[in-house]
């Protein structure tokens, strides 16, 4: 163990508790950022900005067994309200923060905009990376601006909405130019105060809310039906370790989505423009047979055929040949070509 300053790095470090697959995969130097100030040290030490990997909650991520360079654990805190106007509050955040404690913190103030996005699981800085998104809202929504530190540099950076370039589990942060290059330190939201925008439409959230005889909604009940349906048809990480979705949903043109309702009548489809459409991949990859379907140590969740389950003991390269596998055969029986939302490192 080497210590810099008050920072302590670890050497072969088990990842085991830090990604929601639950892959023991060892990083070769290890430490935890609880302020941005830390960072300039830590560039220091680091030599090579390339084999820095920030992690957050690991909860996007497939890991390989050995993690070469510099793993940093971001944990810096904070919630600030910083503008206040009379139906709108800007709030700075620290990207370490757990992004489910954020939107509960949201809720006791009576702060709307992302209760759809209740129980999502990760930091706040992950957010803006991959445009997080459910139930018919996602991260750009609500979204003011971020701060983050340039690795090659040192320096600091603000990105505005138009400089994130958002899109469907999309920002300039995963680009190829950009990606790993930038360490995001604060997001700041913008949420209503007052007169909220509710979206109730999407899934059982309405439904749910009838059930329970509530008329005028308020952010928080959204939350509470949101908590539900999400808890009936994911598995929980603790218990079977996943990353949520493994692949993207396909966007795919409506011509190609027509053909092949010729063939499935029952085929969903999300709309997305005049030209195209998504296709759920949990579909796509349940109709080849997937669905609950295990070999070795992983499987496709019974629930819920997009979610890949490690039952215990599964290396990275396994669940990665698994997946591989599930892709082909959606590739040989539809034609389409799924991507993976889960970052392989
Ligand atoms: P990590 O997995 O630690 O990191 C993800 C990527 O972002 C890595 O490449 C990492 O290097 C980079 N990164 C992380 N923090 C920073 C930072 N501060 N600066 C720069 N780069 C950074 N996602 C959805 O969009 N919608 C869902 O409904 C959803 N449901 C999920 C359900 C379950 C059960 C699980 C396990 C996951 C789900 N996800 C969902 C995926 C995941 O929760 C999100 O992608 C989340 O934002 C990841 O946060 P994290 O802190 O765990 O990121
Ligand atoms: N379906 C099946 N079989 C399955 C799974 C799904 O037929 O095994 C079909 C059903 O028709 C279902 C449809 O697919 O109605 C859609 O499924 P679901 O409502 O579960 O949503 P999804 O499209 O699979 C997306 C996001 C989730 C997000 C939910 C709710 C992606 C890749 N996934 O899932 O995000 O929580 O919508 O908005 O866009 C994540 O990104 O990790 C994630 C969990």
Request: glycine share 8%; charged share 20%; proline share 5%.
């Amino acid at each position: 163990m080497q210590q810099i300053t008050s920072m302590l790095i670890h050497t072969n470090y088990n990842l085991r508790f830090h990604n929601t697959f639950g892959i023991p995969a060892v990083a070769e130097r290890f430490a935890t950022v609880h302020h941005p100030e830390e960072l300039s040290v830590i560039l220091a030490a680091a030599g090579n900005p390339q084999d820095l990997l920030l992690l957050g909650e690991g909860s996007n991520v497939l890991l390989p067994d050995l993690v070469p360079g510099l793993v940093l654990l971001n944990r810096i805190q904070g919630i600030d309200i910083v503008r206040e106007r009379p139906r709108e509050v800007i709030v700075a955040v620290g990207s370490g923060v757990n992004w489910h404690q954020f939107v509960l913190w949201t809720l006791r103030q009576g702060l709307g905009g992302i209760e759809n996005l209740a129980l999502i699981p990760g930091t706040v800085g992950a957010s803006p990376i991959q445009n997080i998104g459910a139930y018919g809202v996602e991260l750009k929504d609500v979204f003011e601006e971020l701060e983050a530190i340039d690795w090659r540099t040192g320096k600091k950076q603000r990105f505005t909405a138009e400089d994130c370039q958002f899109g469907y589990r999309f920002s300039i942060f995963k680009d190829k130019e950009l990606a790993r290059k930038f360490y995001l330190s604060k997001i700041y939201f913008k949420l209503t105060k007052g007169h909220h925008h509710l979206n109730t439409s999407y899934g059982a959230i309405q439904e749910l809310l009838d059930n329970w005889q509530i008329s005028e909604p308020q952010p928080a009940d959204v939350a509470a039906a949101v908590i539900e349906i999400r808890r009936a048809k994911l598995p929980d990480w603790r218990q079977l370790g996943n990353a949520g979705s493994f692949f993207k949903n396909p966007v795919v043109d409506r011509d190609f989505f027509n053909n092949l309702r010729t063939d499935y009548p029952q085929a969903p489809s999300y709309p997305v423009d005049e030209q195209s459409v998504k296709i759920p991949a949990g579909w796509l990859i349940d109709q080849c047979g997937w669905k609950g379907k295990r070999i070795g140590n992983v499987g496709c969740y019974s629930a819920q055929a997009l979610v890949i389950v490690n039952y215990g003991g599964a290396s990275g390269q396994e669940v990665l040949a698994f997946s591989e596998q599930v892709a082909a055969s959606v590739l040989d029986r539809f034609g389409v070509v799924l991507e993976r939302e889960v970052n392989w490192v």
